[in-house]
């Protein structure tokens, strides 16, 4: 079993920053796969980005390629999501998500990901 646990969820202006963290737990194996996801108000739930731990291959969606990055620390099998220049359009849930089986791309399913964590809420206000 794995489990995964994100915080740093908060309030913030347009135009500010936040981080958010993302600590697996557990049977992760040795070349999985993590990715972030957001769910809007109204919205399905769609990716936002997904590193591959064992080579620190990234892979960014469009919406927020240039503002948002990713680290890794592998001894804590953490992962770090450093949003910057946050919009409201930014505004959602934003869960962490585990493939534990190998895989050549980063897929952005949902179903490609076998767990997943309750979900830290961002609010950016205008």
């Avoid at 591959?52 to 890794?72: E, H, L, P």
């Avoid at 962490?96 to 399913?109: G, K, N």
């Amino acid at each position: 079993q794995v489990q995964l646990v994100e915080s740093g969820g908060g309030l913030v202006q347009a135009g500010h920053s936040l981080r958010l963290s993302c600590i697996a737990s557990g049977r992760t194996g040795s070349t999985y796969t993590m990715a972030w996801f957001r769910r809007a108000p109204g919205k399905e739930r769609e990716f936002v980005v997904g590193v591959t731990w064992n080579s620190g291959r990234k892979y960014f969606a469009d919406a927020v390629k240039g503002r948002f990055t990713i680290s890794m620390d592998n001894t804590k099998n953490e992962m770090l999501l450093q949003m910057n220049s946050l919009q409201p359009e930014d505004t959602a849930v934003y869960y962490c998500a585990l493939r534990s089986q190998p895989i050549v791309s980063i897929p952005t399913q949902l179903n490609e990901y076998e767990y997943w964590g309750q979900g830290t809420q961002v609010i950016v206000s205008s």
